[in-house]
């Protein structure tokens, strides 16, 4: 299994990213995919989760409204649409598959005026 992040970055309050998660080496479209993230000096936190064919999407209420969670099945690549960013989103986020154990590297994203 190989899950690799991208898209993060430094945004001002208010701004928008787009997180892209690619994997490779298993049958993507079979697996529910979950974004998590880790602030500074925090526990990993669940943000949202999305069903194997894209129907169902699940969030973590701090984020409910603000971020859209989307799978290109074809592509196999998970994003995480992330718009109206708050400081407390300040995180590295990690993509996973969480029924094969396996997580990305990460990517950072640090919301700042």
């Known amino acids: 299994v190989h899950l690799e992040e991208s898209g993060g970055g430094l945004v001002q309050p208010g701004g928008s990213l787009r997180l892209s998660c690619v994997a490779s080496?298993?049958?993507?479209?079979?697996?529910?995919m979950t974004w998590v993230r880790q602030a500074p000096g925090q526990e990993l936190e669940w943000v949202s989760d999305?069903?194997?064919?894209?129907?169902?999407?699940y969030y973590t209420d701090s984020v409910k409204g603000r971020f859209t969670v989307s799978r290109d099945n074809a592509k196999k690549t998970l994003y995480l649409q992330m718009n109206d960013l708050k400081s407390e989103d300040t995180a590295v986020y990690y993509c996973?598959?969480?029924?094969?154990?396996?997580r990305g590297q990460g990517t950072q994203v640090t919301v700042s005026s």
């Open positions: 996973k598959v969480s029924a094969l154990s396996a």
């Open positions: 999305i069903s194997g064919d894209g129907r169902k999407t």
């Open positions: 080496r298993f049958i993507f479209e079979n697996y529910l």
